[in-house]
C-alpha cells in the first residue's frame, strides 16, 4: 500500500482486488475494483456504463467507498487519467481525508435475475438480465430495444430469490451494449418501500456471501 495515500486518506486501504463502488449521480452507484495503489494514486476498473474513451474526463471529481464491518469508508477523488485500450483503467487520487459515513450506502449487487419491463408510453414489454440492483437502482441488460429515454418510466419486475420485486422506475441510462453484444444495457432508478428494500438488502448480501466463497475469500 502507498504510504503517501494512507497518509491522506487516514484509514486502512483494502487490499488489491477489493469490490469498491464509484459515486457517479444522486442515487446511482457503480461497482469497481481497485486494481493498484501506488504512494497517492489509486488504479481502479471503469465501470462497464462508462468504459472507453467516451467515459468520464480526466478532472472529473467523485467519491469511492467501500465497505468494512460496520461501517463505509468514503473517499472524494479526482479522475486524472484513463487507459488508453481495454480492459479500461481510471487513474484518480483523493483530494480529501476520508470519512467514516453510516448512512445508508446503496451497495449493488446480484446478477442473473430475469427482470420483464413494461413501458406505458409504448405499451411494450421485454425481457432481460439483471445485471445489479441496489435499493436505488438496478441495470439490466435486454436482447431487444426498447423505445425509451432516459426520464420515461418503466415498471420492473425482478425475482430475487424469496420474492418478486415489482419497482415503478425512471428509466436513468440507455447505452447499447458493448463488445458487439445484441440489445441494450439500461439502468433505472426507484424508491422502495421498506419491505422491498429489505428483500434486495438480503439479495445483495446472499450474492456477495457466495462471490466470497467462491473466490475463496472468508464470509461475513
Known amino acids: 500500500m502507498g504510504e503517501g495515500l494512507s497518509e491522506l486518506t487516514g484509514v486502512e486501504l483494502p487490499e488489491p482486488g477489493t469490490p469498491v463502488f464509484l459515486v457517479l449521480g444522486e442515487g446511482v ?25 467516451a467515459g468520464l474526463e480526466p478532472g472529473h471529481e467523485f467519491e469511492i467507498f467501500w465497505a468494512p464491518p460496520r461501517t463505509r469508508v468514503v473517499v472524494p477523488c479526482r479522475l486524472i487519467a484513463v487507459s488508453d485500450g481495454a480492459p479500461y483503467r481510471w487513474t484518480v487520487v483523493p483530494v480529501a481525508p476520508a470519512r467514516h459515513d453510516n448512512r445508508r450506502q446503496f451497495v449493488r449487487g446480484g446478477a442473473g435475475a430475469l427482470v420483464r419491463l413494461d413501458t406505458p ?12 440492483i441496489s435499493e436505488s437502482g438496478l441495470r439490466c441488460w435486454i436482447d431487444e430495444p426498447l423505445p425509451v429515454n432516459p426520464g420515461d418510466q418503466v415498471r420492473a419486475t425482478v425475482w430475487l430469490g424469496t420474492g418478486e420485486a415489482r ?15 445484441p440489445g441494450q444495457h439500461l439502468i433505472l432508478t426507484f424508491d422502495t418501500p421498506e419491505d422491498v428494500a429489505r428483500m434486495i438488502r438480503q ?7 457466495g462471490e466470497r466463497r467462491r473466490e475463496g475469500r472468508p464470509g461475513t
Open 29 to 53: 452507484n457503480f461497482r469497481s475494483r481497485l486494481e493498484a495503489v501506488d504512494g497517492d494514486v489509486l488504479t481502479i476498473t471503469a465501470p462497464l456504463e462508462t468504459t472507453g474513451p
Open 203 to 209: 439479495y445483495v448480501l446472499a450474492w456477495e456471501i
Open 167 to 181: 419497482l415503478d422506475s425512471v428509466v436513468h441510462t440507455v447505452r447499447t451494449a458493448p463488445h458487439g453484444d
Open 121 to 132: 408510453s409504448a405499451g411494450q414489454t421485454a425481457e432481460g438480465v439483471l445485471m445489479d
